[in-house]
C-alpha cells in the first residue's frame, strides 16, 4: 500500500547513502540557502526491503538535491513497470539496487533546469536515462548529464518511456543472433508480449516472415486477429501445435532460421520444433518458470544452437552510443506509425492499481506505464 511518510522519518534520495542523510530540517535549510541549484521536492515509489511488490513499495516524500555543475534535473513525465523491475524489488534480479532504494529503470521526462556546465540540453527537452537508470519512479530526478539522452518530442510520451527496455531487444534480437535476409523466416512464443509485439513489426518492416506461438486463452480469436494486424504471417496456439510434424502448418513459409523464447517449458519446446536445420534458438525469458529442454536427438542431427540474451549485459560493454542511435531509430518508426504496442497510462496517484494490474492480479492487461 502507498503511505506518506511523516517528518520524523529520515529523508530518502535517489543516488546517496539514504543512512548519511541530513534530517529533514536541515535539508530545508540547505533548499533555502541555495534555492537556484536546488531541485523541487519530489515524490517516490521506494521500498525499504525486498519482498513482494505489493507490500513493500510505499510513496514518500522527497527533499530537493542540489543541482551541480553537470548535472541535470529532470521533471518525470512517465514510467513503466517492467517484470524486471517486479524481479529487482523481490531481490531475484541478478543486477539491482540495495534497498531502500526508488523502483522503475527506464522512463521519460522533461529537463527541469540544467548546471551551470551543461551546454547540450535546455529546459524543455524531452530526455530518457540511457543506458537506464535506476529509480524511475518518481517525480523529479538529478542526475550527470552524461546520463541523459536527447529524444523527439512529437512522439507520444509513454512510447519515450518505453522504448529502452523492450523494442530495443527485440530489435538487436533481429539483428544481432543471427544473420536474417528478406524472405527468411523466425519463430517466437510470447508473441503478445511488448516484446513480441515488436518483433512481428520489425520483421515484417525487412520483409523476414514470422511465425507466432501464444498460449489458450478466452478470445484467441481476438488476439490472433490483433497480432496479424501488426504483421503476423501466422499465430497458433500451444494446443494448436500438439501435431506430429509442426512443420506442415508451415505453408509456403520457409523453415525458420531463428527462434525467440521467453517462455520456457513446453512453450520452447514448440519454438524448436519449428527451428530448420542448424536454427538458433535464443532465451530472453522464463516466464512460466520451467526449464528449457531439448533433446540429444535435436543437438546431434538438426544441429540446433541455443543462446540467450539479456539486454543489461549488452549495454553494459561500450555500446552506449550505439544503443542510443539505434533507440532513436526506433522512435523514428513510432513517429511513421511503423512501430506501435499496447499500453495503458495510469496516473502516478493510482500507482497502487497499476501494480496490481503489472502483477497480474486483474487478468491480462496491457503494459502499465505511471504518468507523472
Not at 30 to 50: D, G, L, N, R, W
Not at 273 to 282: A, H, I, S, W
Amino acid at each position: 500500500m502507498l503511505r506518506s511518510l511523516n517528518h520524523k522519518t529520515p529523508p530518502l534520495l535517489f543516488n546517496f547513502n539514504f543512512n548519511n542523510l541530513t534530517s529533514f530540517h536541515s535539508r530545508l535549510k540547505i533548499t533555502q540557502a541555495f534555492s537556484s541549484a536546488v531541485s523541487p521536492p519530489s515524490k517516490a515509489i521506494i521500498y525499504e526491503s525486498h519482498g513482494q511488490p505489493d507490500a513493500v513499495t510505499k510513496l514518500v516524500d522527497i527533499p530537493g538535491v542540489k543541482v551541480k555543475e553537470n548535472d541535470v534535473c529532470v521533471k518525470m513525465l512517465a514510467a513503466p513497470i517492467n517484470p524486471s523491475d517486479i524481479n529487482r524489488i523481490q531481490g531475484v534480479y541478478p543486477v539491482r539496487p540495495e534497498p531502500p532504494a526508488v523502483g522503475g529503470y527506464e522512463g521519460v521526462g522533461e529537463v527541469h533546469s540544467v548546471g551551470a556546465a551543461v551546454t547540450a540540453f535546455s529546459p524543455g527537452d524531452w530526455v530518457i536515462p540511457s543506458p537506464p537508470s535506476f529509480g524511475t519512479w518518481q517525480t523529479y530526478i538529478v542526475k550527470d548529464q552524461n546520463v541523459w539522452h536527447k529524444v523527439n518530442k512529437g512522439v507520444p510520451m509513454e512510447y519515450a518511456a518505453t522504448i529502452t527496455v523492450n523494442p530495443l531487444t527485440a530489435l538487436l534480437m533481429l539483428e544481432d543472433c543471427v544473420t536474417l535476409n528478406s524472405g527468411d523466416a523466425i519463430v517466437q512464443n510470447g508473441a503478445t508480449s511488448m516484446v513480441g509485439q515488436c518483433v512481428i513489426q520489425l520483421a515484417k518492416s525487412r520483409g523476414i516472415h514470422n511465425i507466432n506461438i501464444i498460449r489458450d486463452r478466452p478470445g484467441v480469436d481476438e488476439v490472433k486477429e490483433r497480432l496479424k494486424d501488426l504483421g503476423a504471417d501466422e499465430v497458433f496456439t500451444e494446443s494448436e501445435l500438439e501435431v506430429k510434424n509442426v512443420k506442415s502448418l508451415l505453408g509456403g513459409i520457409p523453415e525458420p532460421a531463428l527462434g525467440f523464447n521467453c517462455v520456457g517449458g513446453n512453450s520452447a519446446s514448440l519454438v524448436l520444433k519449428f527451428l530448420r536445420q542448424g536454427g538458433t534458438m535464443v532465451t530472453y525469458g522464463g516466464m512460466s518458470k520451467k526449464p528449457v529442454t531439448v533433446s540429444t536427438s535435436a543437438f546431434i542431427f538438426k544441429e540446433l544452437s541455443l543462446r540467450g540474451f539479456w539486454l543489461q549485459n549488452w549495454l553494459s560493454t561500450d555500446k552506449a552510443q550505439e544503443g542510443r542511435e539505434m533507440i532513436d531509430r526506433l522512435l523514428g518508426l513510432v513517429h511513421e506509425g511503423k512501430l506501435k504496442y499496447k499500453m495503458e497510462l495510469t496516473p502516478f496517484t493510482d500507482f497502487n492499481t497499476a501494480l496490481d494490474k503489472a502483477l497480474g492480479k486483474l487478468g491480462s492487461q496491457p503494459k502499465q506505464v505511471i504518468k507523472f
